[in-house]
């Protein structure tokens, strides 16, 4: 019974997080470019209630997340985690009022399929078991060097390409999130549970500023373009973090075989082909145009329609500006 209780509540934290993610893009996708890496973008944000909404909504399901890591080997979680592409696919058709395709949906399965490719290869110790010592934390600071370079090439980008790589950034972020957590709760437990210990330790430091940077980078890589091309990205990037910390920092073995290799390129070869095909999607794009369409800038005005425009003038005056009598009218001086 206490294994389905942490299956559901996994799969909970997974609906949490999809909710969270496209609330947030709905209202991120609003912020002008030239707030691209700011903080103003967080300033801005903060007084828009649909994206505390959606904050609310994925800080909850990442405090699931947490107690999923703590009581199921991360093999399990990472998949049922991963399934926030499916919960924010359903919840972006009716948002974005686009047909969702078999391929899209398919595309999430076999992304979702990738990642538990990846984590059935390696064999993971039960939380307190693991070495998790400051001195195998390097490979962090590695990840986070490739964040910050894709991060800076999509600076040099617009559009699609930018959502892409700084929500790989993002995601590669959450990544680092995720083993700092294991960290966390690995100390938790070795002192009962005490939580003044965490006021003393630096992974809980560590945490907090991982979350912020991720949360930080995922609203820019939401501002920059459409939910399809960011949240795949994200949701990539996590998973490939997550299980490289796992590896170096907290001794889980990996099985090398021709079969277990064979496997970790079908894993990797599925990430891929999940990324592309939910990249594509029509819900997550008609979100984006939604967003723009529907929702005017920031001290914009609808005039109406300006005059002289061509085909919005009336008959009698097109029929006047043909016998050369009265001119279109110009820009107001």
Known sequence: MDLDVDYATTLVAAVLLGIGFVLQQYSA??????????????????????????????VAGYVLAAWSIGHLELTLVEPLLTTYLIWALVLAVPMSRQAVRVTEVAGALILIGGVTLLSVTRSTKPVGLSFGSFSHWYAAAIIAGI??????????????????????????VFGVQDALTRQTLEILEKHSYSFRTLFTSWPAYALAGAGIVGIWLMQNAFSAGPLRASLPAIAAGEPVAGIALGIVVFGDRVQVSPGMLAIEAGGIAALIVGVVAVARSSAFGGLGRMTRVTVPRAGHVDHGPAEGTPGLTTPGQRRRQKRGRVRTPTSDR
């Open 29 to 58: 996708e609003q912020e002008p470019a030239s707030r691209f890496l700011t903080l103003r973008i967080l300033t801005d944000l903060l007084g828009k209630p649909r994206w505390l909404l959606g904050i609310g909504c994925m």
């Open 147 to 172: 964040a910050f370079a894709a991060v800076q090439a999509g600076h040099r980008w617009g559009g699609p390409v930018r959502a892409t790589l700084t929500g790989l950034g993002a995601g590669l």
